[in-house]
């Protein structure tokens, strides 16, 4: 079966940090570029970061830089985000998704073909 499975998210005070890890089944993820997409109540959903298929190229939602690192195990299967200096802002479900279709990685959501069910981040004190 193939899925992409999020979790580390939970809540946090402001200023604080959470590693969210994707992990997927059924695919072997280091063939594929990766995306974290989040929503927010009554808002749409936005690209938050991207790794191309190698890792070796990386994108982030301007809102993100310098605070927010995507990364990949492939040994593991799982990509990661890992969001320091987290504000309530950032309060969403976040997601994960897979891109079939070449290695390069996006931060539109509507190149990815495969998605997680989400996973809960939530800033306040």
């Known amino acids: 079966q193939l899925q992409l499975v999020e979790s580390g998210g939970g809540l946090v005070q402001p200023g604080g940090s959470l590693r969210l890890s994707c992990a997927a089944s059924?695919?072997?993820?280091?063939?594929?570029?990766i995306g974290w997409f989040r929503q927010a109540p009554g808002k749409e959903r936005e690209g938050v970061s991207c790794i191309s298929r190698s890792g070796g190229s990386t994108d982030y939602a301007d809102s993100v830089k310098g605070r927010f690192t995507i990364s990949r195990d492939n040994i593991k299967n799982t990509v990661y985000l890992q969001m320091n200096s987290l504000k309530p802002e950032n309060t969403a479900v976040y997601y994960c998704?897979?891109?079939?279709?070449?290695?390069?990685?996006?931060?539109?959501?509507?190149?990815?073909?495969?998605w997680g069910q989400g996973t809960q981040v939530t800033v306040s004190s």
């Open positions: 059924g695919f072997v993820l280091d063939y594929y570029a």
């Open positions: 998704a897979l891109k079939i279709g070449g290695p390069t990685q996006s931060l539109a959501g509507d190149e990815y073909d495969y």
